[in-house]
């Protein structure tokens, strides 16, 4: 907007009529003002403000009789000057709230600084709060003072009465756009920081929900010689002192399982994990999660864990226990329902899969009309036909159970089938939230199986796992029964506040170069 309607915004022009600086011709102007301020002896960027009051809690706890003095500050986000007297409406971290500013009150100078700010500025204001005769509560100004001064103007979104209804032009809307620029998108569209806030509260919620029980968070290594825990690419990067190859972790599973052989109870930690993969509506590659390993567990015992944490959490934070994600009214409250992998497929696909040979499977997903790398193995094969043809059709919370071995090489054997893994995957809104296990803790079966996930890689499987000795090493010393699980915390945010893709939960998600 140029600095003309800013200061006019009740004689805007139509969005075709609008006269228009560029953004090199705005820029130079507000360079040229912070010159003259600084010319002034005026600092534009001093170093504190203290404030007193938020725009929300003034307006909320609003008293007419009483003139309350207030200490604010915000970023400028209308102005409409006058001769001797201003309006101007700044943004703090709760909210807006307007400003009256009068010249025979804060004086010539202070005034005439007034007169050089923009849409955008920072200030802090005192004064007292008063009610406007329109009715709008606001803070009528004693003092005033420049704390940051904008040198690159904001999209600030324009209204126009059409037809009886108000039709925003220029809103700061294209996604690409609000995912580069976060900052922007954090100013102009208030409403997103609601979903960050939400964010914050889901992991304040689960720390302190696991806290209480007794467990313990730790921090385990990020950069690792061998990566493991869980069937994905890694990042590569290089030590130059120790002169070796390290990986990004791909998830955390085997330093906390070497936590549980050390004698901890329980043990988890929220964790940036890395995957060198693509990137879509539900993967980043960089990305959060919490796991959770207690000892003496098995995955039933966390089926209902993790009923009672979700249910927790959108109560804590929602204050339902109901939430709209991808176009469904997903209820979160327990008993969640449960249903094996094999069954799950025959349901919904119509095919029994249970026993049948690789060859075989390959036939089934031929029928299904399923294209698959000729490389893939059996797990692999029921894996892709799960994906296509069940997981989107679980809408409300669904553990999904019991899963061949193959799948899973981290998993404890099912105690009463034979091929099968105690595991279990809660799905939502046709997407996976979290992965559980009865952790294998016989080290003699969990050789066996990395050494399977070796042969898978020489057969071009990149995200089958490798043989990690020092992990079978702190298995041989002993692990009690334990339980295992990991949420993806992007996935349960998206789930919580009902957002439809990954980017809108994470500040700054990975995009292409501009």
């Not at 580069?180 to 689960?206: C, G, H, W």
């Not at 099912?414 to 046709?430: A, D, Y």
Request: glycine letters at 6%; a negative charge.
């Amino acid at each position: 907007m140029s600095k003309e309607n800013a200061q006019n915004p009740d004689n805007q022009h139509t969005p075709d009529q609008t006269p228009q600086l560029s953004l090199n011709d705005q820029m130079q102007r507000r360079l040229e003002e912070r010159q003259h301020l600084l010319d002034a002896g005026i600092n534009p960027y001093p170093c504190h403000f203290d404030v007193t009051s938020f725009s929300l809690d003034i307006i909320a706890n609003f008293l007419e009789e009483a003139k309350e003095p207030v200490a604010v500050a915000g970023r400028i986000m209308t102005i409409r000057k006058m001769g001797k007297a201003s309006f101007f409406h700044i943004q703090d971290s709760r909210g807006k709230i307007q400003i009256y500013l009068k010249k025979d009150e804060v004086g010539d100078t202070a005034y005439d600084t007034f007169k050089l700010l923009d849409i955008g500025d920072i200030v802090g204001v005192k004064g007292y709060t008063f009610k406007t005769r329109t009715g709008e509560i606001s803070v009528h100004a004693e003092s005033f003072e420049l704390l940051s001064k904008s040198l690159r103007p904001i999209p600030v979104p324009k209204e126009k009465e059409v037809d009886g209804e108000k039709v925003v032009f220029d809103a700061f809307s294209d996604r690409e756009q609000r995912y580069r620029q976060r900052y922007v998108d954090l100013i102009v569209n208030p409403e997103v920081r609601q979903t960050f806030v939400k964010r914050s509260a889901v992991v304040s919620f689960m720390r302190q929900f696991f806290s209480s029980q007794g467990w313990l968070e730790v921090e385990t290594p990020i950069l690792q010689p061998i990566y493991g825990g869980a069937a994905a690419r890694p990042f590569t990067t290089h030590h130059n002192a120790l002169d070796m190859e390290l990986y990004l972790r791909i998830a955390n599973e085997l330093y906390l399982k070497r936590l549980i052989v050390g004698g901890f109870d329980g043990v988890f930690e929220f964790a940036k994990d890395f995957r060198n993969e693509g990137i879509d509506r539900f993967h980043n590659p960089e990305f959060t999660q919490v796991e959770l390993y207690v000892a003496y567990k098995d995955y039933n015992w966390m089926m209902e864990l993790v009923e009672e944490l979700f249910y927790r959490t959108a109560l804590e934070v929602n204050k339902s226990e109901v939430t709209l994600f991808l176009g469904n009214e997903i209820s979160l409250k327990p008993p969640f329902k449960r249903l094996s992998i094999i069954d799950a497929i025959e349901e919904y696909s119509g095919k029994n899969i249970r026993g049948k040979s690789e060859v075989e499977l390959r036939n089934v997903a031929k029928d299904l009309g399923l294209e698959l790398d000729p490389k893939i193995s059996s797990g692999k094969i029921i894996d892709e036909i799960f994906g296509e043809f069940v997981e989107p059709k679980l809408i409300q919370p669904t553990f999904i159970t019991d899963y061949p071995t193959e799948m899973s090489p981290l998993a404890k054997e099912h105690r009463s089938q034979p091929g099968i893994v105690e595991r279990f995957e809660l799905i939502v809104g046709g997407k996976e939230v979290c992965n559980s296990f009865s952790e294998l803790n016989d080290p003699v079966v969990q050789r066996e199986r990395l050494e399977s996930q070796a042969k898978l890689r020489q057969r071009g499987d990149e995200e089958a796992m490798i043989v990690d000795e020092d992990f079978l090493r702190a298995l041989e010393y002993g692990m009690p029964p334990c339980a295992g699980l990991g949420i993806g915390i992007d996935r349960m945010v998206m789930l919580i506040t009902g957002q439809d893709s990954i980017r809108d939960v994470i500040f700054f998600p990975h995009m292409k170069p501009e």
